[in-house]
């Protein structure tokens, strides 16, 4: 198993944080545009990217902490079994982030693909906090020339 | 051990980007500005951030192809026994570059913070090749409020 791992600090508290992780209008800020389902534990998170995307299952949520996904559904077929995870601490003048996408069959140029594509987002979701506008699809940075 | 991972592609020749790689020059556009001893396989590179910085080995160059180093020294301590690669590949109208940073003994705070930061600097480095300038140390953009 391969998994991405990515850390960022947020100049905010980890409730302000915590908030952009679990609602469909914060995740709507720095992820997607389209986005629903948010709600609680077992609930299904619908990201969609110009009409298809992955599905999320909400497996854990620890407030002002924990938040965890599990893949759900059969698409991109190499995220199939992968979770998410992002755990909250607190810094001097900031909340870490340190955000995992885990359990990966196996690396691969898709795998390297999706590693610097969440490096962007979650840069998105600090600059969503902080300055109030981040880069959610289809405002995303592209970092190819296939996007 | 546990790997970084990145894939970026970029609007130029495979030897534009194999220059930005294996050259001072082209390694003080993005990475850091102060960047000595690239020439040829056996070299040490030093990079130095405000002072001081990791040395690299280059263990092996295919022109326009693969670019390896490994770590050379004692810091920072958990990059110890780390190899970092790039392959190039070209696809249409770009080439790709498949980033690794490898054989991290553990998952970290401080690995998920490299794996970010390597991801900005990949696209420092994209930025440097297509639009003639990127953000090296110290222009980088900052992921926390440590930096």
Redesign the interface.
Known sequence: M??????????ASANEVYNALTTNVGLAKWWTNDTSGAVNVGSIIKFRFGGDGPDFEVVELQPDSIVRWRHSGEMPVPWMGTEVSFHLTR????T?V???HFNWKE?S?F???C??KW??F??SL?EAIEKGVGKPYPDD?H????E
Not at 91 to 94: I, Y
Not at 143 to 146: P, S
Request: hydrophobic share 45%.
């Open positions: 391969v998994d991405i791992i990515h850390r960022v600090g947020i100049a810094g001097k003048n900031q870490y340190l955000f995992s690396p140029d795998m390297g693909h590693s610097t490096a962007v979650l840069l600090k940075f970092i190819d020339h296939d």
